[in-house]
């Protein structure tokens, strides 16, 4: 298991971004994508990775509604 710290932006289709609902939470688990399986309310749209390293999840419905995970070790 590994831990991680992460930042949860969850998106509604009325706010966009700039009002998304964050969060940070810190969590062991095996692997990023197992996290998301386990705990997330959508499926799996993108997996990402970004300049520093961390893991962005992004999952959604296709109702406009996206919550974004961006995990770091």
């Known amino acids: ?17 700039a009002h998304a609902q964050k969060e940070i ?3 062991e688990a095996k692997s ?11 499926p799996i749209m993108d997996i990402a990775t970004n300049a520093a390293g961390d893991v962005i ?6 109702n406009g ?3 974004r995970y961006t995990f770091t070790k």
């Open 32 to 42: 990023p994508r197992a996290y998301v399986e386990e705990h997330g309310k959508f």
């Open 1 to 17: 298991m590994n831990e991680y710290e992460i930042f949860i932006e969850t998106i509604n289709p009325c706010g966009g971004s």
């Open 57 to 62: 999840i992004t999952t959604g419905d296709s």
């Open 65 to 67: 509604y996206i919550i």
């Open 25 to 27: 939470i810190e969590a």
